[in-house]
């Protein structure tokens, strides 16, 4: 049988709708939780059916992808992308209840990451400015030191433009995060020294005098995630840390320094933007003295273990 496209009816083009505009998910997820729906309706039969299917008939759907039994994962993955049709579906009063409520998700037991310690945070540091390409040596040092004092995410990283880096206040502007949220992240003076070496550098990799990427590629043009990690996972086997390093571990890292060194957990829970499909409520508002002290932590430290080696 073939899927609808996710365009072919009004239902999935109005989910997709509230997706872009009211959730503000990501394009990933939007296609993937659009496509998704797209699957439901062929499962069901029609728009109607969609809306009288029962918790039975949604477990019969979870449990199949393209006629295979789901994995664990999957089957995660599936449950939370009809959940938010149906919930969505519920606030449009097209359903009186959510079939998807008591079921629950799999049990997935995952290895925690270990997260870099001091001297692993300094050693990587040191192996970026000692093997790095002269022309490369200050964007890619201000790359790992951004994601070691600043816990931002990758793709928050690359999307970085000239105009939000403030060094006199020593803060990254406009960082624009999951949902659409938008938020100021705080540098130290480890971060914006190596963020000062690196705008001072970069005109040597500027192609088109309009680019306003601050991460600028051997091309010119803004740094894609996958450079990024590759350069990260490159120079940390150099560094012989002997297990996997991505930029997330690199920001895992970071998150664990802070809590290490006494920063009330709240606190790295606003740095980092982190955000959890059971908790419905906000964080608690966190000043900005508060995140800035935070910071300045992590940097007399990871400046105490480098003197230390």
């Not at 040596?137 to 070691?148: D, E, I, K």
């Not at 990254?172 to 020294?193: E, I, P, Q, T, Y």
Request: aromatic fraction near 6%.
């Amino acid at each position: 049988m073939t899927l609808p496209d996710a365009s072919s009816s009004e239902l999935c083009r109005d989910f997709r709708q509230y997706l872009l505009e009211v959730r503000h998910f990501s394009p990933r997820t939007i296609v993937a939780y659009s496509t998704l729906a797209a699957a439901l309706l062929c499962h069901a039969g029609d728009e109607d059916a969609l809306t009288h299917l029962d918790r039975k008939g949604v477990i019969t759907f979870l449990r199949l992808d393209r006629g295979r039994p789901t994995s664990k994962v999957t089957w995660n993955l599936r449950l939370t992308g009809v959940r938010a049709l149906y919930r969505w579906l519920q606030e449009e009063g097209r359903v009186a209840r959510n079939p998807t409520d008591g079921i629950d998700r799999q049990h997935i037991v995952q290895a925690e990451p270990q997260p870099l310690s001091l001297a692993e945070m300094v050693q990587l540091v040191s192996t970026v400015e000692t093997q790095s390409p002269a022309a490369y040596r200050h964007r890619n040092v201000a790359l790992v030191q951004v994601f070691l004092h600043t816990a931002l995410r990758v793709a928050e990283v690359v999307s970085l433009d000239l105009s939000q880096v403030d060094l006199a206040e020593h803060l990254l502007r406009g960082v624009r995060r999951k949902r659409g949220k938008v938020f100021a992240a705080v540098c130290n003076d480890v971060a914006a020294a190596a963020l000062g070496d690196c705008l001072a550098a970069r005109p040597r990799l500027t192609r088109d005098p309009a680019e306003q990427a601050l991460f600028l590629s051997d091309r010119g043009r803004r740094l894609c995630v996958r450079s990024v990690q590759q350069m990260v996972a490159r120079y940390a086997k150099i560094a012989g840390i002997r297990r996997s390093v991505t930029p997330h571990l690199l920001r895992h890292s970071s998150a664990t320094a802070l809590a290490s060194l006494g920063t009330p957990l709240r606190v790295v829970q606003e740095i980092c933007g982190h955000s959890s499909v059971t908790t419905t409520q906000r964080y608690v508002h966190v000043g900005d003295r508060d995140r800035f002290d935070a910071a300045d932590r992590l940097a007399k430290a990871f400046r105490d273990a480098r003197a230390g080696l």
